[in-house]
């Protein structure tokens, strides 16, 4: 359709354009990078909220499969035996978990209540301690609080605090229990912790919720991953009313969460791009008006409508292409800016900055996108104008 | 016989503003031979743009039948127009009309990389070669906002030529630019003509290049004539018919005048030797008028 010195030459107009209109086009270009940076810059943060929330979960809980049952504390403690029995099954450990809050003399705060064994307590879940001990083999009435909890709550070492589970005994008042450990804050926004939680000891957690002899999960590690697959067939093979979750699904569920949020303020940044959009659009309409009377001289000395519309919709490819690149550039500087400012507004961890390959390229693409979008109307348009009234044009 | 380039047959053209239809062309017959220098005489409005944008294809006519080159260019579509634009066809305006984004030789260039014939390197070549034609070869990377009227015509000559077209259609092309400009344009044209035979169309108002066509025809009101008709003093009279007109218009402007002059002098916005002045002034332009003051 166009040889090769055609496209050269609508080429050399576009770039005579921007080189004759340099403030112009430096401030389309400005619009364009600034919602593409916009965009790039909040997509990066928030794939480093995703890992970090993912790196935090695994951190916490150390189990490669989890077994449960359909309610809060269903699964016969008895069961954990049979699953130790299968191949490849490496460790065992039975865990009440129920939702509940810690009280103390200055206020009460949500917690997941974790019962679990002074063993499984190293070997399943990753907690450390910024202050006091984890608890040994048969001790009771102790607990271990979250930072973020013991803080609202002002509970300290030695002091005494009531748990109590949503779901409780008849006529019970709850656990009283001696702070004994501190564990350190996991990943939170706002102030809202994705998993807080206390530990108090696996036989008082079943008293506490009123079923000893059942427990809320038996958590699994295997020998090799590469069984899990098939440890979950014979599970389920045992026993068929019983629920098996991968570790790897447990964090998909809550970066389903975590991605509600980032993929809001994602969002909000494509107004950057709506607004880059008409600034591309302006740009190329007062391009083709300026250019009325060339276009006239180009149809009058044989140059077809889509000739016309390549020479427009290559200047608006050129602004983007350069806006784009510029765009990912301050995108990334930007991701940077915005951890450092993070922290003030409660998100109570440092983001992992990682330069993911897919959201560059769709900032990018991105940018060309709506710099061809933008300038497909005036673009159309200035290609339809008939030469004599181009020509009589002053 | 020489070839027939041009052939319009009861070519007619009415241009519809609004409620009223302007008759540009009415049944123009005309028959253009290869090697001819035709000048088209007329006053603005007589239609000679109209009629040289249609043969150029750029506009196409209510009636009649249009053969550029053999061709009958009524029934062809859009782009097979572009095609003979670009291919038999040279333009050159009133106003230059180069591309200021391009430079002499880009300019010159444009057609023939638009023809598709050539690749960059042919068609720089070529297009040095009719820029030295022209006696421009050492302006080539100039911008035309760097060259002077007359070279810029002389640019737009060379970008008419470029693609060896059947006619070269000119449209006033000494109008905006000084007398020495337009001798040198005017040569080189009938140079053009005489010494390689290529075939122009010029309309003008300007009888100098009458002298130097083959062939003179005249235009009024949109027919064609082969002597100049005398219809020039039909627009004088028009003149007097509306000379009550032009007499109360400039009695009403003068009541205007007096009534700002009586505001400001009661306003005290004038002092009163400027304000006697005036007033002597508006009295001296009403006796002009025929008032007795």
């Not at chain 2, 140079?191 to 025809?217: C, E, M, Q, S």
Request: charged fraction near 20%.
């Amino acid at each position: 359709m166009f040889t090769e010195s055609m496209v050269k030459f609508a080429w050399l107009f576009s770039a005579r354009d921007i080189t004759l209109r340099k403030f112009r086009s430096l401030l389309t270009i400005l619009a364009i990078s600034i919602g593409v940076a916009s965009f790039v810059s909040l997509r990066l943060v928030s794939i480093g909220v995703h890992i970090k929330v993912t790196e935090e979960v695994n951190q916490l809980i150390n189990a490669d499969l989890i077994v449960y049952g359909e309610g809060v504390c269903d699964v016969p403690q008895f069961v954990e035996q049979l699953l130790r029995a299968i191949p490849h099954v490496a460790k065992t450990t039975s865990i009440v978990m129920v939702r509940g809050w810690i009280e103390s003399n200055r206020g009460k705060y949500f917690a997941n209540i974790i019962g679990c064994d002074a063993k499984s307590l190293k070997e399943f879940f990753n907690v450390s301690l910024v202050a006091g001990r984890g608890f040994k083999e048969g001790e009771s009435n102790v607990v271990i609080v979250h930072e973020d909890v013991a803080n609202s709550i002002r509970a300290t070492l030695g002091k005494n605090v009531i748990v109590k589970p949503y779901v409780m005994m008849k006529g019970g008042k709850g656990y009283t229990a001696e702070v004994i450990g501190i564990s350190k804050a996991s990943a939170s926004i706002g102030g809202f912790s994705f998993f807080t939680y206390c530990i108090i000891p696996l036989k008082d957690a079943q008293e506490l919720v009123g079923s000893e002899g059942y427990v809320t999960y038996i958590f699994i590690k295997v020998s090799d991953k590469e069984f899990i697959g098939s440890i979950k067939k014979d599970i389920k093979r045992l026993f068929p009313k019983a629920l098996v979750t991968e570790q790897k699904e447990i964090t998909k569920v809550i970066n389903r969460i975590v991605n509600t949020i980032t993929g809001l303020m994602v969002a909000l940044t494509l107004i950057g791009v709506v607004v880059a959009f008409f600034a591309v659009a302006n740009t190329i309409m007062m391009n083709v008006r300026e250019h009325i009377r060339d276009i006239g001289i180009l149809k009058a000395i044989g140059a077809r409508k889509s000739y016309v519309l390549l020479m427009f919709l290559l200047e608006a490819f050129l602004l983007s292409v350069v806006g784009g690149l510029i765009g990912v550039i301050l995108g990334i500087l930007g991701s940077y800016a915005l951890r450092e400012l993070l922290p003030q507004i409660g998100v109570s961890f440092i983001v992992p900055i990682v330069l993911d390959p897919f959201t560059l390229a769709t900032g990018f693409l991105l940018s060309i996108g709506v710099g061809i979008l933008a300038s497909l109307y005036p673009s159309w348009r200035a290609s339809l104008i008939s030469p004599i009234e181009a020509l009589k044009y002053e | 016989m020489s070839r027939v380039i041009v052939k319009l047959e009861d070519v007619y053209k009415v241009y519809r503003i609004r409620s009223y239809e302007v008759h540009a062309l009415k049944n123009v017959n005309l028959e253009v031979r290869e090697g001819e220098l035709l000048i088209i005489m007329g006053p603005s409005g007589s239609g000679k743009s109209t009629l040289l944008n249609i043969i150029g294809t750029l506009d196409r006519p209510t009636g009649g039948r249009v053969i550029l080159d053999g061709v009958d260019i009524m029934q062809l579509s859009e782009d097979e127009l572009s095609y003979i634009r670009c291919k038999k066809v040279g333009f050159v305006f009133q106003f230059f009309n180069l591309i200021n984004n391009f430079t002499a030789l880009e300019n010159v260039m444009l057609p023939l990389v638009l023809s598709g014939d050539y690749t960059l390197k042919e068609a720089k070549e070529k297009a040095i070669e009719l820029l030295r034609l022209v006696g421009l070869e050492r302006f080539m990377n100039n911008r035309p906002s760097q060259m002077s009227g007359g070279q810029q015509q002389r640019v737009a000559i060379a970008r008419a030529l470029a693609n060896d077209p059947s006619i070269v259609l000119m449209d006033e092309p000494t109008g905006n630019v000084d007398v020495e400009a337009a001798t040198k344009i005017l040569s080189l044209i009938n140079w053009l003509n005489k010494t390689y035979g290529h075939t122009f169309l010029v309309v003008t108002h300007n009888p100098d290049i009458a002298a130097i066509g083959t062939r003179v025809l005249y235009i009024r009101d949109g027919i064609l004539y082969k002597e100049p008709p005398k219809s020039a003093f039909s627009r004088v009279k028009l003149l007097e018919e509306s000379a009550d007109e032009v007499r109360n218009a400039y009695l009403r402007m003068l009541m205007v005048e007096l009534t700002s002059l009586k505001r400001r002098v009661l306003t005290g916005k004038i002092d009163y030797k400027e304000a006697r002045d005036m007033l002597k002034r508006l009295e001296k332009k009403a006796r002009d008028l025929g008032v007795v003051v």
